[in-house]
């Protein structure tokens, strides 16, 4: 989508519908692809559905509930396939582990990466059932149909920017002040904010590609920093009593400690970067961007 093509007068709607139309196609693609295992089935849905959320998100302000329902069903959707992405995140919690010096054999590695590994096998059958199958396919062909109802071609630029500073200001505001000492769970709630934010940024790139582009991969980064964090958060939920690796907890719950504190540096650092700004002067920047573009389009018109 990043070099989609933006139409032209006041406008974004119809980038936004193109944009919409791509993310269900994708999303149609990975349930109905046979070559796709369990696990890859899962992870296309919920990156497609990612996008169609934060796209829906930003669409509650133009459109309204129905963009804001048809937003809180997808989540519903999403979090029913969750329990395979969390066994998979400890799994990559471990191999963020291993990279360093661990301590452990490579042996006891593997022990751990298999105990995991079958727990999220079986995980990902239990997830993905016909129901949940149907369910996901029915919300998409509503979906279809609804966007073609919608008056997306109306919306004008000004409507998309309110939303983005919207979306910018719920992720600056969730930006804690005591990084060492904040809550797993409002860690999550950022990497979310954050999440939405960079697929919202991914939409307007084609507005100046090297601004947008850029600003989209400096969220990313954040992301992958807060999403370690919470991939440690959930290796560490296996290391309880009587839970698969307890027989090794004394051993990495220091090395979970210290990872978490190095990504937390990281993310630190990368959000004071990104959300520097006040929300007023970064939708005045986004503005700026969509004037700067209708003067280059009317310049080269007039040429």
């Not at 032209?8 to 993310?23: C, E, I, N, V, W």
């Not at 809180?72 to 029913?80: D, I, K, P, V």
């Not at 997306?152 to 990084?179: E, G, K, M, N, S």
Request: a positive charge.
């Amino acid at each position: 989508m990043a070099g989609a093509h933006v139409g032209g007068g006041a406008g974004f709607g119809g980038h936004l519908a193109d944009s919409a139309r791509s993310m269900l196609a994708d999303a149609h693609q990975a349930l109905a692809n046979s070559a796709l295992t369990d696990a890859e089935r899962v992870h296309e849905l919920r990156k497609a559905f990612k996008r169609w959320r934060a796209l829906l998100r930003l669409l509650a302000g133009p459109i309204g509930e129905p963009a804001e329902a048809m937003r809180r069903e997808a989540r519903e959707l999403m979090r029913s396939l969750s329990g395979a992405r969390d066994v998979q995140g400890a799994l990559d919690a471990v191999d963020d582990l291993m990279r360093g010096e661990s301590g452990l054999s490579p042996r006891t590695q593997q022990t751990i990466r298999s105990r995991l590994a079958a727990l999220r096998d079986a995980a990902e059958s239990a997830c993905l059932t016909p129901e949940a199958h149907s369910a996901i396919t029915a919300h998409l062909d509503r979906a279809g149909e609804t966007l073609a109802a919608w008056p997306l071609a109306d919306i004008d630029f000004a409507a998309v920017a309110d939303a983005l500073a919207v979306t910018y200001r719920r992720a600056r505001q969730l930006t804690p002040d005591d990084w060492q000492d904040v809550d797993p769970a409002h860690l999550h709630e950022l990497r979310r904010r954050v999440v939405e934010h960079r697929h919202q940024m991914e939409l307007i790139e084609p507005l100046w590609p090297r601004v947008t582009k850029a600003w989209a991969e400096e969220a990313q980064r954040l992301r992958n920093q807060l999403g370690a964090c919470q991939d440690l958060a959930v290796l560490a939920t296996f290391l309880a009593p009587h839970r698969p690796l307890a027989p090794w907890r004394s051993r990495l719950t220091p090395l979970i400690a210290a990872r978490h504190a190095a990504h937390l540096k990281s993310a630190a650092r990368l959000a004071g970067r990104l959300f520097a700004e006040k929300p007023k002067a970064f939708r005045k920047r986004i503005a700026a961007l969509w004037t700067a573009r209708k003067r280059r389009k009317s310049a080269n018109q007039d040429g």
